[in-house]
């Protein structure tokens, strides 16, 4: 099969950790990677940002990243793109007019504009990895997507073949949007278990109990929360990973920890390089996500797959990985995080518990493997169902 990926911002071959890097650059390219080990042929198309980069860069075996024209060769804010979608739509059907894929999976609403305005009666399988309807609803006026967001991921979830939910409560929300259930298949995000595992490097840590929050630094993924809390874990150092130290959310949490006189047990470590996060995980005695909302959240099944307890928020996909096998809690609410963080830090067997079920859990749900038999299953009945061809999509 040749499948073609479009993910017009979360280039897979980024570092990870910027405001636009995380979650769904890895999940695209691990995602491209198993693809291609069961034999398919697999292009990932995003947007060129880099004017030096060579047009075409291999990622693995079976996959290459194509860099697409659209706008400036420069960094965009994901939110200002939209204008270039048009762009980007017209030289991928160059493209496919030229090599027609089998299917083609966007990854992002803007990638499933593109994607629908490009393929004519090429199948097309939609990812949203977050909806504008949860983000404008937890973030209000500072949300900064286009205007026309949610019109168009309503389209979009009508028009696409298949629309892979990563979640029970994504399926919820996509129902609410007019999405045909017929059309929804919950695929859930994946973890490289040959990475992420209880056994392997531990980083240095101090003789104090070790809290760890990784990933991208933006109000909504509630650091502040996790500092707050730690007011009351007088035991505990936190450890934040992502972002750049100068960035002005790490900025302001570092003013939020001295306020509190946490100066000395709160350290912003900037963004870490992928080979290292294992390691970084394995050195914490539980690892804290507690975004106000949450897609998917490929950190609590990274560290329940290297065996390390995690306390979540109560949030989207976090009730179907962590729920069971971590404790959950709601979202900005550090009292609550707190007693819940000493349950887990003042109780080692508990700790060990949580941690050999969240060991198991990622085994047996979340490998790459499974995820991508899962979404190649999608493929082949999109296929087989002949479908119509897709209507223009405007905007």
């Known amino acids: ?184 298949a919950v695929v859930p995000c994946g973890v490289d278990l040959g990475t992420f595992s209880p056994s392997g490097p531990v980083a240095p840590r101090g003789e104090r109990a070790l809290v760890l929050s990784i990933g991208r630094l933006v109000p909504r993924k509630g650091v502040d929360t996790v500092i707050r809390a730690l007011r009351r874990l007088p035991q505990a150092d936190l450890v934040v990973a992502g972002g750049h130290c100068h960035d002005e959310e790490a900025v302001r949490l570092r003013g939020l920890a001295a306020g509190y006189g946490l100066e000395g047990r709160v350290r912003l470590i900037g963004s870490v390089p992928r080979a290292r996060v294992p390691a970084l995980m394995r050195s914490a005695d539980v690892v804290v996500t507690v975004p106000w909302y949450e897609p998917f959240g490929m950190v609590p099944i990274e560290a329940m797959a290297c065996g390390v307890p995690v306390v979540a928020s109560a949030v989207g996909g976090h009730l179907d990985t962590v729920a069971g096998c971590g404790l959950l809690v709601p979202p900005r609410r550090p009292r609550a995080l707190a007693r819940a963080l000493r349950a887990v830090l003042d109780d080692p067997g508990r700790r060990e518990a949580l941690g050999a079920a969240g060991a198991r859990r990622a085994r047996e749900r979340y490998g790459w493997p499974r995820v991508a038999e899962q979404t190649e299953a999608v493929y082949s009945r999109v296929i087989n169902d002949r479908p119509r061809p897709l209507a223009t999509l405007g905007g």
């Open 1 to 184: 099969m040749r499948v073609e990926l479009i993910s017009e911002h979360a280039d897979p071959l980024a570092a990870i950790g910027g405001v636009d890097a995380g979650g769904q650059n890895v999940h695209v390219a691990q995602l491209a990677i198993a693809l291609a080990a069961r034999g398919h042929a697999v292009a990932v198309h995003t947007r060129r940002s880099d004017p030096v980069r060579p047009g075409s860069v291999p990622l693995a075996p079976g996959v290459t990243v194509e860099y697409v024209t659209a706008g400036p060769a420069a960094p965009v804010p994901k939110d200002e793109l939209a204008p270039y979608m048009p762009e980007f739509a017209e030289r991928l059907a160059r493209r496919w007019a030229r090599t027609r894929p089998d299917i083609v999976h966007a990854h992002y609403w803007m990638s499933g504009q593109a994607a629908l305005l490009a393929a004519g009666d090429i199948p097309v399988v939609q990812t949203f990895h977050a909806l504008g309807t949860v983000k404008r609803r937890w973030q209000g006026r500072a949300d900064t997507s286009p205007a026309h967001r949610l019109a168009v991921e309503r389209e979009i979830g009508q028009r696409a073949d298949a629309v892979l939910a990563t979640c029970a409560d994504e399926v919820a929300e996509l129902l609410a949007m007019g999405v045909s259930e017929q059309r929804i």
